[in-house]
């Protein structure tokens, strides 16, 4: 069974920096990835890597954030900086496996202005 256990998260102000962790259980991934959720918004993709090491990242993100895995560990982490108000939501690790979404938990992010 596929599980998908997120750490990190919290309260931060604007320019400061939040690592998220995802470490998955029941399988090997080949393509981990980042969502968020602000309130009265649709989910986005925020960050996406593959097991080559290939990464994507939404446009508001690019140059702030780093996506990164130790597949020994089969982890993903998503190293943020420079937060800003508008960084605030839900943040949940996915995978896309036997063709089933699966999600983490969800991880608060609060930046304050």
């Known amino acids: 069974q596929v599980q998908l256990v997120e750490s990190g998260g919290g309260l931060v102000q604007a320019g400061g920096s939040l690592r998220l962790s995802c470490t998955g259980s029941?399988?090997?991934?080949?393509?981990m990835n980042w969502f968020r959720q602000a309130p009265g918004k649709q989910r986005e993709l925020v960050a996406r890597i593959t097991n080559s090491g290939n990464t994507y990242y939404t446009n508001s993100v690019k140059g702030r954030f780093t996506i990164s895995r130790d597949s020994a560990k089969n982890t993903v982490y998503l190293q943020m900086n420079s937060l800003k108000p508008e960084d605030t939501a839900v943040y949940y690790c996915?995978?896309?496996?036997?063709?089933?979404?699966?999600w983490g938990q969800g991880s608060q992010v609060t930046v304050s202005s």
């Open positions: 996915n995978v896309f496996y036997s063709f089933k979404d699966y």
């Open positions: 029941g399988s090997i991934f080949s393509t």
